[in-house]
């Protein structure tokens, strides 16, 4: 059974010493380098630390320990250690995935090894973790760096009616950081189409004075819980995420005049005139995520062609309704001998 383990305890902290010291001992045979830091812990270390501590138990006895501290969404393993006696029993495996599956809004996690332990890095491999780099710690010692990205969930929901909620709370937020720097806000998105099912989070756009002048807020957002991203591939914005893994907000931010900001407001503003469009969007989406629940890429892509053509849709909708002077028009794909439009 695994459990988090109240290591500021002194009787916790004894048996954690207890099945790292002879873990240890072995790893420094196997590697042939003696000067393991943790080999001379002891179980007043154990109880200063800032670490989380989770432990495998087995028969009421402590066999297998694994520790991380977590900074932001990035989350480091700080030792995975199991008792010669539950060598080769899966131990080692159980307690990294319950790791993992306690965390799932960690972006990325990191584990660092000896080269030379290859009973380790064979396990991290296996786990999906990405050799980074290596590192010369001393002499005779090789340590590898290991990267694991886990992949988001995809999960699209029915429409809930507290998303507009949800915006008009973080929009007061967003406010406050950014004060007189913010032209305007607004809720864009598939949590922003009423009725339209939607991976539940909300995408925010905000207008700005000066794109350049966003970095400077950078801290301020990491304080409300957003990680800044800077472009994050799209030349002109500044993109900002709530959530890790386990995503609540997005905030896109463009200088007043980004034709980008246009774009996503037409998109929202077409499908929100379209509900029979919405919906057959909506039907895309589940289909998607039904299909590729733990690729959020092959998520996004799936959806790519639709929306090209959505925004081309758009388009000519907003110009028929600029060419009926201000009428309501519709765009009809079923009526392209008349332009696609239909007053």
């Known amino acids: 059974m695994i459990e988090f383990l109240e290591h500021k305890g002194d009787i916790t902290a004894r048996e954690i010493i207890a099945v790292q010291q002879p873990a240890y001992i072995k790893e420094a045979e ?14 007043k270390d154990i109880q200063a630390s800032h670490e989380q501590f989770a432990g495998y138990r087995k028969d009421g006895k402590l066999i297998g320990v694994i520790s991380y501290e977590i900074n932001m969404h990035h989350l480091t393993i700080c030792r995975l250690v199991v008792h010669p006696d539950g060598f080769r029993k899966g131990i080692g495996r159980a307690l990294l ?27 991290y491999t296996q786990a999906g973790f990405q050799k980074a780099e290596t590192v010369k710690a001393a002499e005779g010692l090789l340590l590898s760096v290991f990267h694991l990205y886990p992949e988001r969930k995809v999960e699209v929901v029915l429409y809930n009616e507290k998303w507009t909620e949800c915006f008009d709370e973080e929009k007061e937020r967003l406010k406050l950081v950014f004060g007189p720097e913010i032209i305007a806000v607004h809720h864009i998105g598939s949590t922003s189409i009423p009725n339209m099912a939607a991976k539940p989070i909300i995408d925010i756009l905000i207008e700005v004075r000066s794109i350049e002048a966003v970095s400077q807020y950078d801290t301020l957002m990491k304080a409300i819980g957003y990680t800044p991203r800077g472009e994050n591939g799209i030349a002109g914005r500044r ?49 998607l995520a039904a299909q590729h629940p733990d690729c959020i890429n092959l998520y996004i892509q799936g959806k790519d062609d639709w929306i090209k053509t959505a925004e081309e849709h758009a388009k000519r ?8 002077n201000g009428s309501v028009v519709c765009y009809n794909c079923e009526n392209d001998e008349n332009g696609g439009l239909t007053l």
């Open 30 to 43: 196997l590697i042939g380098f003696d000067g393991i830091p943790a080999l001379q812990e002891k179980a």
């Open 97 to 123: 995935q319950f790791v993992i599956d306690q965390n799932e809004d960690a972006e990325k996690i990191e584990v660092v090894t000896a080269e030379k332990n290859t009973p380790a890095v064979s396990l």
């Open 239 to 287: 993109y900002f995420q709530k959530g890790g893994n386990k995503r609540t907000h997005h905030v896109h931010m463009y200088e007043k005049g980004n034709p980008a900001i246009e774009r996503h407001l037409l998109f929202r503003d077409y499908l929100r005139a379209h509900p029979e469009i919405a919906e057959e969007y909506a039907v895309l989406k589940k289909q």
């Open 317 to 324: 909708w907003k110009e028929g309704r600029n060419n009926a």
